[in-house]
């Protein structure tokens, strides 16, 4: 007769809970602790470094804005400083302009004797000036456009008290507007668009009424009534000073 436990190997005897069981466990829990421990010191350093961080982008963002602002400053500054020398520098060489054109104007009006005579050596020599006179003055009006100066524009033109300078007031010509530019005294110049000097000019006033007549066109004379032949001032009559 077969044992069926006969050939199997003997169970385990289990062990008592003990001291060696309570030591086990509290060696297992002490790696554990160590680990939590260092994620806590490691999720504060990062918050630290984060923090470090964030102030560096801060303080170089405000670094930046400090430069521009620096860069702008200069750039500002040196356009000022070019504006000023250029106006400064302008101002002075407009009185030479003037020469200038009165020059070109009084040798072209001596060049008008010599005009039939194209064979007198004075006249050619007289040429040759006008000639000259005219090509410095166009020359030298072009290296002032290039830097901004430009003429105001003033014969004929509308009276602006921003750009041009009244001294007096004649009355209106045939052509002429009331109100409008008779003659050009001095020429005025922008420069980059600002007026550095007033064109000064001469503006038309009112026509000047037939002697003898009302407004309207009535005959003033004597018509008999006794009543004056001067009639009353009316507004806008009499010319009134315009300031520049």
Wanted: some cysteine.
């Amino acid at each position: 007769m077969n044992d069926s436990s006969q050939g199997e190997p003997p169970e385990p005897l289990a062990e008592a809970p003990g001291a060696n069981g309570a030591a086990e466990a509290d060696s297992a829990g002490l790696p554990e602790a160590e680990e939590l421990s260092g994620i806590e010191e490691l999720q504060s350093r990062i918050a630290v470094l984060s923090r470090e961080l964030t102030d560096a982008k801060d303080l170089a963002r405000r670094a930046q804005a400090d430069l521009a602002n620096v860069r702008r400053r200069a750039r500002n500054e040196r356009a000022e400083f070019r504006s000023r020398a250029t106006e400064e520098v302008c101002s002075a060489l407009l009185p030479v302009l003037d020469d200038l054109h009165r020059a070109a104007l009084e040798v072209e009006k001596s060049t008008e004797r010599w005009d039939d005579d194209r064979e007198d050596p004075a006249g050619n020599v007289v040429r040759g000036l006008s000639e000259g006179v005219r090509l410095v003055l166009r020359r030298f009006q072009d290296t002032l456009t290039r830097q901004g100066l430009l003429e105001i524009e003033a014969d004929g033109a509308p009276f602006d008290p921003r750009v041009h300078e009244a001294v007096q007031e004649v009355p209106a010509g045939p052509g002429q507007r009331e109100g409008d530019v008779a003659e050009v005294l001095r020429r005025g110049y922008l420069l980059d668009g600002r007026v550095i000097r007033p064109a000064t000019v001469i503006v038309a006033g009112a026509s000047p009424k037939p002697a003898g007549t009302r407004e309207g066109g009535a005959d003033t004379g004597d018509d008999g009534d006794g009543g004056s032949a001067e009639d009353p001032a009316t507004p806008g009559s009499a010319a009134e000073p315009l300031s520049a």
